[in-house]
DNA sequence: TCTGGGGTCCTAGGACCC
DNA sequence: TCTGGGGTCCTAGGACCC
């Protein structure tokens, strides 16, 4: 049986959220930023069409976007998250196999659904359901590969007249395609890439299906390889429905003001440690390595800079916040230096084990705390209930570093103080 | 003054071993 | 004068994604 996907983009997904709860902001372009309102990261249809880019500093364009009326919001993922639960529970309805690839967008496979519907027929069944029960606007592309299935869904949101839905099955139509689209917006080509390909006269999509995979492997990668024979219709990339277990956490973040006492470095680190101690216990998983990093503001030349970057081995892989935290505190001790602006930090865990899966060495001191796994999973029942915060003395209380979010909308789903009201 | 955060995979090069 | 070669493992860094 021939491979077919089906990729579900949501439009514009985080502004499109935020405008669910505010119908008076119905027709109006909207922007949301990144975190500490750093940079636009998401814009509506209308913000598009205003010519506001991806990825441009909040700060450059404020005046602009007041003058204008941009409606302009923080980002907000505990609305952006459940959101995105619904639309994918409502796609794991319709469809037997889905990997959610991303916060907005899921990989279906249809293989062998030619026989019950036409595959747009089925694509924009999808496509309605979504946008009735969720009030979310998505794009449906639809191919034999993953990579064809992304292009199908570029066209489909490019392109009005397809009503959104774009089924690439036919070779003849995936030729058409391949011309007009620009070898950068090739999933997986990025901005390095398509400057060397463009340099070797390289430029559409097509121009790189044509290309020879052997010639392409030695002269670039294997996964450029993978990528040309994608483009020709050949499934190098088969659908992940089971989430592989992670390979790293990380926690990190800039701050809301620069950091220069090692104090609230220390409140800092510690806060990052817990969340990915939390999000390592949620993966029902231990860690053996811990990492932390620190830096000064890299976009400032005139400041002296200091990026600092090491790790550290645990005697033995654990999951209990307060271990890790310990060894986290140790790591800032050591790298720790007075007189710069340091700006962000994070903290990485990786080298994980299956609880109890670890051979601890004959001299490896394997004490554990007593209780440690009741006393943690107590700790993060009483965070996820919504009823109040139970934290370490380290995590501090003003947090002055804290990141800025200056224009957040209310938890509308998630929180129940916050339900929206109608009036 | 002001530029996100969280992931994955691949490769090159060094250390080490026999 | 002349000092191997192949394999594995680990790490850092690059590139990409959303």
Same mark, same amino acid.
């Given at each position: 049986?021939?491979? *077919? ?7 514009? !997904? ?5 405008? &669910? ?20 990261? $998401? ?12 990825? +441009?500093?909040?700060?450059?364009? /404020? ?8 409606? @302009? ?33 899921? !990989? ?18 999808? &496509? ?9 606007? *998505? ?9 064809? $299935? ?32 620009? +070898?950068? /917006? ?65 926690? $990190?973040? #800039? !701050? ?15 806060? %990052?440690? @817990? ?7 949620? /993966? ?8 932390? !990093? ?6 400032? =030349? ?22 890790? +935290? ?7 001790? #050591? $790298? ?5 602006? %340091? ?14 899966? %670890? ?18 999973? @107590? ?29 957040? #909308? =209310?938890? %509308?789903?998630?929180?129940?103080? #916050? ?5």
């Amino acid at each position: 049986m021939n491979p *077919v996907f089906a990729l579900v983009d949501c439009n514009n !997904f985080y502004t499109s959220c935020e405008r &669910r709860f505010r119908p008076d902001l119905a027709g109006a372009p909207i922007v949301v930023l990144s975190n500490n309102d750093g940079c636009i990261i $998401s814009r509506s249809a209308e913000a598009k069409a205003m010519g506001i880019k991806m990825g +441009v500093p909040f700060y450059q364009i /404020e005046p602009y976007l007041t003058q204008q009326g941009v409606a @302009v919001f923080s980002s907000n993922y505990a609305l952006y998250a459940d959101m995105s639960a619904r639309v994918m529970s409502i796609l794991e309805q319709e469809s037997p196999r889905v990997e959610i690839y991303s916060i907005d967008e899921a !990989f279906l496979d249809l293989s062998g659904m030619e026989s019950v519907a036409t595959l747009a027929d089925f694509g924009r069944h999808i &496509r309605t359901t979504v946008q009735q029960w969720t009030g979310i606007t *998505v794009c449906v592309g639809i191919a034999p590969s993953k990579t064809l $299935s992304k292009l199908a869904n570029h066209a489909a949101k490019r392109y009005p007249a397809t009503g959104g839905v774009v089924d690439l099955t036919s070779p003849e139509r995936q030729r058409r395609l391949l011309q007009l689209v620009p +070898v950068d /917006e090739v999933w997986g080509v990025g901005r390095r890439l398509s400057k060397r390909l463009y340099k070797d006269g390289i430029k559409t999509a097509l121009d790189l299906a044509c290309c020879h995979p052997k010639t392409i492997r030695q002269q670039y990668s294997v996964v450029l390889e993978r990528t040309v024979r994608e483009l020709n219709g050949e499934s190098c990339l088969s659908l992940e429905d089971v989430t592989p277990t992670k390979q790293q956490i990380i926690c $990190s973040r #800039s !701050f809301g003001e620069r950091i220069t006492c090692f104090q609230s470095m220390r409140e800092a680190v510690c806060e %990052y440690t @817990v969340r990915a101690a939390e999000k390592l216990r949620e /993966e029902g998983q231990t860690a053996k390595r811990i990492n932390l !990093f620190m830096r000064t503001n890299r976009h400032n =030349p005139a400041e002296p800079q200091y990026m600092p970057s090491l790790g550290a081995e645990l005697p033995v892989p654990t999951d209990d916040t307060r271990d890790l +935290v310990a060894a986290a505190i140790r790591l800032l001790r #050591s $790298s720790w230096k007075d007189g710069y602006r %340091y700006m962000k930090a994070g903290v990485m865990l990786t080298d994980f084990y299956e609880p109890g899966v %670890y051979q601890p060495g004959l001299f490896d001191d394997a004490h554990t705390r007593p209780n440690a796994k009741a006393l943690m999973s @107590v700790l993060d029942k009483i965070n996820h209930s919504g009823k109040g915060q139970v934290f370490l003395a380290g995590q501090g209380v003003q947090k002055e570093w804290r990141m800025k979010r200056l224009h957040v #909308s =209310p938890a %509308y789903t998630t929180n129940w103080r #916050s339900l929206p009201v109608v009036k």
